[in-house]
Nanobody, 127 residues
Framework: VQLQASGGGLVQAGGSLRLSCAAS????????MGWFRQAPGKEREFVAC????????DYADSVNGRFTISRNIARTTVYLQMNSLKPEDTAVYSC?????????????????????WGQGTEVTVSS
């Protein structure tokens, strides 16, 4: 399984970006898809995730109300719409997928519960 993230770039504070992450195999089999980020010199942190059904989502407090996660009907692609970006959002954003059996509404913010990871896309927010 390969996860391909895209959509990163340089944006001014207050601007928006939309990240995408496409799964290349076992399409339709992902249970949870999530986004994590790692800023220079910091540990990786959870950003957002979405359940298999798409009906349940979870967000880090730092992005709640500004970021929106969604996925396509085929459950092969996950998106992260990032609005009102702040300089502290600067990081490499990676997508992750969980293939272990879970309920359709299950979500998790724990990196250890994801099975596959994408290579990351860099987001830089200038002040």
């Amino acid at each position: 399984v390969q996860l391909q993230a895209s959509g990163g770039g340089l944006v001014q504070a207050g601007g928006s970006l939309r990240l995408s992450c496409a799964a290349s195999a076992r399409t339709g089999s992902t249970y949870v898809m999530g986004w994590f980020r790692q800023a220079p010199g910091k540990e990786r942190e959870f950003v957002a995730c979405i359940s298999r059904s798409g009906g349940s989502t979870d967000y880090a407090d730092s992005v709640n109300g500004r970021f929106t996660i969604s996925r396509n009907i085929a459950r092969t692609t996950v998106y992260l719409q990032m609005n009102s970006l702040k300089p502290e959002d600067t990081a490499v954003y990676s997508c992750a997928a969980r293939y272990k059996f879970s309920s359709y509404e299950y979500t998790t913010s724990k990196a250890s519960e994801y099975d596959y990871w994408g290579q990351g896309t860099e987001v830089t927010v200038s002040s």
